[in-house]
């Protein structure tokens, strides 16, 4: 029952250095996603993929790279990190559309990373 | 983009029940309503979805108007262990995209003893 896993859950990264988050969904969906949560606010979407292969960009995707190699990952990369990425990080994944009304399209997510720039 | 207005907070006692509304006025034919509940330091967990009139699972009641230009949120007799923050989210599930996907600042519940 792993669902989704985010790792690292902890990271403290000095401005300019490079890094990578790794999400990891045992659920078989085509959907990942990757929303980062600064305090007092709601979640914003940075990328997303809708499968193998595939990715986009959401909301604030400035100053991150994704990719899904495979089905089942989805990784962030910060290439230089910037005291505004100090944030927590969620990664999400969901079945493909409805499905004839089986799926409710529901995201499923992890336990956030935190990643503090100093 | 499917836009939301949520209340940024309420307060209740245990006990009671909680309506909270969210505001959709550009909802499109095909979307749906999605709530989720955060707690702090965990991701959003999703509660309930509907696409119009009621719908009622074992946590919520979600009463959604003819116009589908709101909807309401129902908890019955919270509890101190719904304080949380809720978000409302409308878009339509069967699309690819970001267009149901926005969360939004929801509406911090405190459920007072």
């Known amino acids: 029952n792993a669902g989704v896993t985010q790792t690292p859950k902890f990271r403290v990264l000095k401005t300019g250095q490079s890094m990578t988050l790794l999400c990891a969904q045992d659920?078989?969906?085509?959907?990942m996603y990757w929303y980062r949560q600064d305090p007092g606010m709601g979640l914003r979407l940075i990328h997303y993929?809708?499968?193998?292969?595939?990715?986009a960009k959401g909301e604030v995707p400035d100053g991150y790279n994704v990719s899904r190699l495979k089905k089942q990952n989805f990784l962030l990369g910060l290439e230089s990190a910037a005291p505004s990425q100090t944030s927590v990080y969620f990664c999400?994944?969901?079945?493909?559309?409805?499905?004839?009304?089986?799926?409710?399209?529901?995201?499923?997510f992890g336990e956030g990373s935190r990643l503090t720039v100093l | 983009l499917a836009k939301t207005t949520q209340p940024i907070s309420m307060d209740s006692y245990e006990g009671q029940e909680v309506n909270i509304t969210c505001s959709h006025n550009?909802?499109?034919?095909?979307?749906?309503i999605t709530w989720y509940q955060q707690f702090p330091s965990q991701g959003p967990r999703f509660i309930i979805q509907?696409?119009?009139t009621k719908v009622t699972n074992e946590v919520a009641s979600l009463f959604i108007p003819a116009d589908r230009k709101s909807s309401t949120l129902s908890l019955p007799r919270v509890s101190l262990s719904d304080t949380a923050v809720y978000y409302c989210?409308?878009?339509?599930?069967?699309?690819?995209?970001?267009?149901?996907?926005?969360f939004g600042t929801g509406t911090r519940l405190t459920v007072i003893p």
């Open positions: 989210l409308v878009g339509d599930p069967d699309q690819t995209g970001a267009n149901n996907l926005f």
């Open positions: 550009n909802i499109a034919t095909n979307d749906y």
């Open positions: 999400a994944s969901s079945p493909a559309g409805l499905a004839g009304g089986i799926n409710t399209g529901e995201l499923f």
């Open positions: 659920m078989n969906h085509e959907y």
């Open positions: 509907g696409y119009k």
């Open positions: 993929s809708v499968g193998e292969g595939t990715t």
